[in-house]
């Protein structure tokens, strides 16, 4: 697939992925249309920063980890090209699989793309999170998402002022997802091969989910009248 006339910064957030983001990073590189690659370490306390740099990224450290939401928003202040792509720092290899995410911008069928995952890919959680978010978002507006949390998203950069609140750590999906449809954008989920790691059911990975669903519920609750008042897209 070549996918010409477009140029994008790639935002990559990550906290503690060493042995993840340098793959991640070399299979975005083969990418003509990905301009630059930045990573903004999220006060990780391993070998992230310098796998990144190694591998041929742009790093940003920040002293204290503040969570998914705000290394987003601190790494576009430096981006520069019209697209913007978010990223998660363990997809390795199969990074590569955002090209798949480009023509329905270009052929403007969609104001943002995002990855879907496999059908049949292994999942360690109960999914209690994922229905949270896809019902949210259908409540308020209408749209029924099938990957409500995927962090692989492509947009364009000045889209991000459209979020009607900076998104707190793991809220930022679902932030951008309800806030853009409220604006009249379009969404268009893709089918990708797209690969990362799946947490389990160890008590850190649902630690993890733990952390992801009180982000979430922080930004319905800012968002509490639209999921009063529901919506139709």
């Known amino acids: 697939m070549m996918v010409v006339g477009m140029e994008i910064d790639v935002l990559i957030p990550a906290y503690n992925e060493s042995g993840y983001i340098g793959r991640t990073i070399a299979a975005l590189r083969k990418l003509p249309q990905v ?13 992230t920063a310098a796998e990144a740099a190694a591998a041929g990224a742009e790093v940003f450290r920040l002293p204290r980890n503040g969570g998914k ?14 697209y ?17 995410l480009l023509p329905p911008l270009l052929e403007k069928r969609a104001e943002m793309t995002v990855a879907r995952f496999p059908e049949n ?24 998402a099938q990957e409500p949390l995927s962090g692989q998203r492509v947009f364009r950069r000045e889209l991000l002022e ?11 999906e679902l932030a951008l997802t309800m ?3 409220q604006r009249g954008c379009r969404i268009l989920e893709v089918p990708t091969s797209m690969t990362h790691r799946d947490r389990g059911r160890r008590l850190t990975d ?8 009180a982000a979430l519920l922080q930004e319905l609750w800012r ?3 639209r999921l009063v008042r529901g919506g139709v897209r």
Not at 126 to 144: D, F, M, N, P
Not at 206 to 213: D, I
């Open 35 to 47: 301009k630059r690659i930045l990573v903004i370490d999220d006060g990780s306390t391993d070998g």
């Open 69 to 82: 939401g705000a290394a987003v928003l601190y790494g576009a202040r430096f981006a520069r090209a019209p």
């Open 84 to 100: 913007l792509a978010l990223v998660d720092a363990d997809l390795g290899e199969s990074a590569v699989e955002l090209e798949r």
């Open 121 to 144: 890919r292994r999942r360690g959680g109960l999914g209690l999170v994922k229905r949270l978010a896809a019902w949210s978002i259908r409540r308020s507006t209408g749209w029924q």
């Open 162 to 172: 459209l979020l009607a609140f900076p998104p707190r750590g793991f809220g930022l």
């Open 179 to 181: 806030d853009l449809l």
């Open 206 to 213: 649902f630690l993890h989910r733990g952390r992801q669903c």
């Open 223 to 225: 968002r509490r009248e």
